[in-house]
């Protein structure tokens, strides 16, 4: 199974008046968390319904790539080869509106040689790995320490999902289960969990 990310199209901005509506940019990892191998969760806070359409990244020494999340709108994800910076604007719609929107230089750091999650993937990304990508997407926002989830199941997980107030009513999780069949959305919650277990 693919990781739900649709790339982001490279588009003009030259039919779009630049500004935006009260919105910031926020990184939701700490900033020791933006370093270079890492896939980085950004969203965009301003008022409800807003959605990032596209992205392109500016100065980008650190030869970084971007993604847009396809569940939850007002979130997008930057993955950086290496040291260095970037810069990006984004096409955000608001209230029907198409704004552009400048976001700041962020500083990618040195990952300090550090493994990813469960030990190098020759054949690619592993499940535990895959499943600290989905909590990043989906749970970081509101769970800012996966390590208070440590243990938990795939069946707690799903019973969370249907039956915990705040989760069954969030509009990206709610999206997460109305797009991915009963055995996709099992998969996600099998690899969230064991990340979790792996912490």
Do not use: W
């Amino acid at each position: 199974m693919k990781i739900p990310f649709t790339f982001a199209a490279f588009i003009s901005l030259l039919n779009f008046s630049p500004g935006a509506l009260g919105q910031t940019v926020v990184s939701l990892f700490p900033e020791e968390g933006q370093v270079a191998g890492v896939t980085i969760p950004f969203e965009v806070q301003g008022e409800d319904g807003l959605s990032v359409e596209a992205i392109t990244l500016d100065q980008n020494s650190a030869g970084c790539v971007a993604a847009l999340d396809k569940f939850r709108k007002s979130i997008f994800h930057v993955r950086c080869a290496h040291v260095g910076q970037f810069s990006g604007t984004l096409i955000v719609v608001q209230n029907g509106n198409a704004l552009s929107r400048s976001f700041p230089t962020v500083e990618i750091g040195e990952g300090g040689g550090i493994e990813p999650i469960g030990g190098p993937t020759p054949g690619g990304v592993n499940d535990i790995q895959e499943g600290s990508q989905y909590f990043a997407s989906y749970c970081i926002r509101c769970h800012s320490n996966p390590a208070s989830k440590k243990g938990k199941s795939a069946a707690q997980l799903n019973s969370a999902l249907s039956s915990n107030g705040t989760m069954a009513s969030d509009s990206g999780l709610q999206s997460l289960r109305n797009d991915l069949s009963a055995a996709e959305l099992d998969s996600v919650l099998q690899k969230i969990s064991k990340y979790l277990g792996s912490l």
